[in-house]
């Protein structure tokens, strides 16, 4: 059998790489799951394609392609929680989302505070549909009292720490794991959010708690804990990475550490940058209730602000899966979370390239070469010889959320119903294939 | 079909003015039957009840009780401590269960806001919310507001002050709704810790000084204070609270001179309210508990959509 030249040609497409500065029509060319190169047309190209067999042609006249999407912020639940995720329906999920690669949480059960945790999801990933990341725990059983065998966890795979779901209450920990954590210049991932201060709240605190009469969880809750940790990032010269920024104070204090040269990164979660809390108040959607709480609509616009101004560097869904029947019950009763994944591209492109806020290329750095850069993965670019992972977006394709159609084994999503424009039209994950 | 705009009383916040009229004004007759010596009615013949109660009630319950009995409909009582929910099951499967036995209205109570609403879409029956979380409570606030009107004629231009723990009270947020639309002016007043953020958006002049709230005011409506708020760090001792806010006889002494004093019970006498108040001339706390009764059959009967021609 004669060599190819090419495994696959995605050609037409206006192709968006924001880490090359690239954004023009050309074609993606991939060999070995790796990029060989990008080009425009030329009669040259045009003989080369001829030669192709159709099924190693994608025809993305009129799409968008960009480097496979990247989100560093997922529950896959196993193990555990196989009856709400498993990896691999997460990585289905992903792949439909447009994500070649996620990064898991560890608060599984076990927890992922251990070598022998990281293996089973590593070797349970092999061969997923999208490449999976471990997060490994900042502490012993993610109970915020001793650190992990964290270089341990490094040494096998683990991008990052996090004791994510709970809050490092307690300083003097969260001091030493941001020391310990910087001999292997990995970030520690906080879930910020003082646990006295939202001690029962399950909603954010406003006039919406307040009419409703729903405990909640305030503002400052949020805002407390990460002027803390970015005064212990500054001490201790390590690298913390705020997860699921939801307010105003919170965007300020990262603005200004930022220009204070401190070394914090931060995402937000696409229902952050959509809902308010004033939706909970009309059916008690359980998947309204999320942690942290969707805020008031001057916090939204704020975070949406700190995304534009790249005070927030990323956008991560925190895609967390939670069976049917647990969240079909009363609204202060229900876990906290929703699904992610494959709303998220829909949901960017509605709510915030449409509405004029970002640009495709601005939102494609902040789900490709800027979570790359924080956590150090490879991809999130298209250059030449990077993995050939690759996401093709219909950009204005109208489509209606159906939780039907979720590939997640879980649907507790906020959003079905919604009407979107933007969908994935195809996901390649190393040269190969797998959504579309 | 319900003779309000709504099928369901789930609470009284957007109940247009015309609804809360009706319902004042349809009880002052159901209120007669409760004075006759034969106090039933045959309206809600044929008409099946159910009293669904997760959280302890005895007074709600039983005045729920006592107006379904007198309207003749046939009563089912559910409460949380003799059923199914200590084995675990879920609120929906409780709920279909019930709706399977064919039930026509359902009155419920629930410690978490919003279960009167997840009824509504899992069964036909018509609900009454009797207290949901620290939500709301429309019965309650329509038989503070009957009362208050039998007593002034009217409920427009009156200065009501609600006295009390504001924050985790589903008695006031009704009585503020429900006052509000009928054009009364509401004062809340509580220490600070038991105050809601932003309470001012609920448009209530809100005072932190019992005397000041009491100033010119024509209603006091007393809440009960929980005693276990000092656990949780919002109130110091049940003592300050009695010192900065309890209702006592020298404190009247700015209301206007035909005023009213009311609580929802159950009182903790010399705490938030002296004896000595409760029991004055000025009380209507005990009209409050027979009133409940004659709102809570208007509100069963003009949700049953049933006519009047069998009798009152």
């Known amino acids: 059998m004669a060599s190819k030249k090419y495994d696959l040609v995605i050609k037409d497409g206006q192709v968006i790489d924001p880490a090359l500065g690239f954004g023009k029509e050309a074609h993606v060319f991939v060999k070995d799951g790796r990029i060989v190169k990008i080009q425009k047309d030329s009669a040259a190209i045009a003989r080369d394609l001829k030669s192709l067999d159709d099924d190693q042609l994608i025809d993305a006249a009129g799409k968008i392609v960009i480097p496979g999407l990247i989100d560093i912020h997922v529950h896959l639940r196993e193990p555990g929680g196989e009856a709400k995720e498993t990896i691999e329906t997460g990585c289905r999920a992903a792949a439909a989302g447009g994500f070649t690669s996620v990064c898991c949480m560890p608060n599984t059960t076990p927890r992922i505070d251990n070598q022998e945790t990281v293996k089973f999801v590593q070797d349970r990933a092999a061969g997923a549909d999208a490449r999976v990341y471990v997060v490994g725990a900042i502490t012993k059983n993610i109970e915020g009292k001793e650190l992990s065998e964290i270089g341990d966890l490094v040494k096998i795979g683990a991008v990052a720490i996090t004791d994510d779901g709970n809050y490092v209450q307690n300083p003097e920990i969260m001091r030493r794991s941001l020391e310990y954590a910087s001999m292997f210049d990995i970030p520690v991932m906080q879930h910020a959010e003082d646990q006295f201060l939202c001690a029962g709240g399950v909603m954010n605190e406003s006039f919406q708690s307040s009419r409703l009469g729903i405990k909640g969880a305030p503002a400052v809750a949020e805002e407390i804990a990460v002027a803390r940790d970015i005064a212990l990032c500054q001490v201790t010269g390590g690298r913390l990475h705020i997860q699921h920024v939801t307010t105003r104070g919170a965007v300020e204090a990262i603005r200004k550490?930022?220009?204070?040269?401190?070394?914090?990164?931060?995402?937000?979660?696409?229902?952050?940058?959509?809902?308010?809390?004033?939706?909970?108040?009309?059916?008690?959607?359980?998947?309204?209730?999320?942690?942290?709480?969707?805020?008031?609509?001057?916090?939204?616009?704020?975070?949406?602000?700190?995304?534009?101004?790249?005070?927030?560097?990323?956008?991560?869904?925190?895609?967390?899966?939670?069976?049917?029947?647990?969240?079909?019950?009363?609204?202060?009763?229900?876990?906290?979370?929703?699904?992610?994944?494959?709303?998220?591209?829909?949901?960017?492109?509605?709510?915030?390239?449409?509405?004029?806020?970002?640009s495709w290329a601005d939102a494609v750095r902040k789900m490709t070469a800027n979570p790359a850069r924080i956590l150090g993965l490879p991809g999130g670019s298209l250059a030449v010889d990077s993995p050939a992972d690759i996401t093709i977006i219909d950009p204005e394709k109208k489509w209606t959320v159906r939780a039907d159609r979720f590939q997640s084994r879980s649907k507790n999503s906020a959003f079905i119903g919604y009407k979107l424009s933007g969908c994935v039209f195809k996901t390649i994950m190393g040269g190969r294939i797998v959504f579309g | 079909m319900s003779r309000l705009s709504s099928r369901h009383l789930l609470g009284l916040e957007g109940v247009p003015k015309e609804d809360i009229s009706r319902i004042l004004e349809t009880a002052v007759s159901f209120r007669e039957v409760i004075d006759r010596t034969i106090k039933k009615v045959p309206t809600l013949r044929g008409v099946t009840v159910l009293n669904l109660f997760y959280e302890p009630s005895t007074r709600t319950r039983i005045s729920f009780e006592l107006a379904e009995k007198r309207l003749s409909a046939d009563t089912v009582n559910f409460s949380a401590s003799t059923s199914s929910v200590k084995k675990g099951e879920s609120l929906r499967d409780t709920v279909q269960n019930i709706e399977a036995m064919k039930i026509d209205m359902v009155v419920v109570r629930h410690r978490s806001t919003g279960v009167p609403y997840f009824l509504t879409q899992c069964m036909d029956a018509n609900i009454i919310n009797a207290g949901d979380g620290a939500h709301e409570h429309p019965t309650q606030a329509l038989l503070d507001m009957f009362t208050i009107w039998r007593k002034y004629g009217r409920l427009d231009k009156l200065r009501v002050v609600l006295v009390g723990d504001i924050k985790h009270s589903r008695v006031i947020r009704s009585n503020i709704w429900g006052l509000q639309t009928m054009g009364a002016s509401v004062a809340l007043c509580g220490p600070s810790t038991l105050l809601p953020v932003e309470v001012e958006k609920f448009g209530c002049d809100v005072y932190t000084n019992v005397d000041e709230a009491l100033d010119g005011a024509d209603v006091v409506n007393v809440m009960r204070v929980q005693l276990e708020r000092q656990q949780s760090g919002l109130l110091p001792s049940q003592r300050e609270y009695t010192n900065l806010f309890g209702i006592t006889k020298d404190r009247l002494k700015r209301l206007n001179k035909n005023y009213t004093i009311m609580h929802p019970g159950p009182m903790n006498r010399g705490v938030e309210i002296a004896s000595e108040v409760a029991d004055s001339d000025h009380s209507v706390i005990l009209d409050q508990v027979t009133n409940g009764q004659a709102v809570r059959m208007a509100v069963l009967y003009l949700l049953s959509g049933r006519q009047e021609e069998e009798g009152m």
């Open chain 1, 257 to 358: 550490a930022k220009l204070a040269g401190i070394n914090v990164t931060a995402e937000v979660t696409p229902h952050h940058l959509v809902l308010t809390d004033e939706e909970i108040g009309k059916e008690f959607n359980t998947n309204l209730r999320v942690n942290p709480p969707l805020r008031s609509a001057a916090d939204r616009d704020a975070v949406i602000e700190g995304l534009i101004d790249g005070t927030i560097d990323c956008i991560a869904s925190d895609h967390a899966p939670h069976a049917e029947q647990d969240k079909d019950c009363e609204f202060d009763m229900a876990p906290p979370g929703m699904i992610g994944l494959e709303t998220t591209v829909g949901l960017i492109k509605t709510y915030l390239i449409d509405k004029g806020y970002l």
